[in-house]
Nanobody, 116 residues
Framework: QVRLVESGGGLVQPGGSLRLSCAAS????????MGWYRQAPGKQRELVGS?????????TYADSVKGRFTISRDNAKNTVYLQMNSLKPEDTAVYYC????????WGQGTQVTVSS
């Protein structure tokens, strides 16, 4: 059974940092491009960034987070990470991970709140 479990969210002040984790199971993790997504209240879910599968680990980012967020993966641990720095109030959202192609059921997500 394919499963995605996000963790690491919380309340942080503007300018702060958080590191999110997403543990995947039930499929060959290393073979798939992974993405981090977020959904703010009243808005559609959007792709924050992605990382290719295999050993390369090439990344792409939405303009809104470029230079502040970094995606990485550890294929041995079936885990993808999202390092978020210089957080802004507009980054407040529930964050999810999923495969970029052939998406699977969404996990529960992890809430990130940026507020003073």
């Amino acid at each position: 059974q394919v499963r995605l479990v996000e963790s690491g969210g919380g309340l942080v002040q503007p300018g702060g940092s958080l590191r999110l984790s997403c543990a995947a199971s039930g499929y060959i993790f290393s073979a798939f491009m992974m993405g981090w997504y977020r959904q703010a209240p009243g808005k559609q879910r959007e792709l924050v960034g992605s990382i290719t599968g295999g050993r390369g680990g090439s990344t792409t980012y939405a303009d809104s987070v470029k230079g502040r967020f970094t995606i990485s993966r550890d294929n041995a641990k079936n885990t993808v990470y999202l390092q978020m720095n210089s957080l802004k109030p507009e980054d407040t959202a529930v964050y999810y991970c999923n495969r970029v192609q052939a998406m699977v059921n969404w996990g529960q997500g992890t809430q990130v709140t940026v507020s003073s």
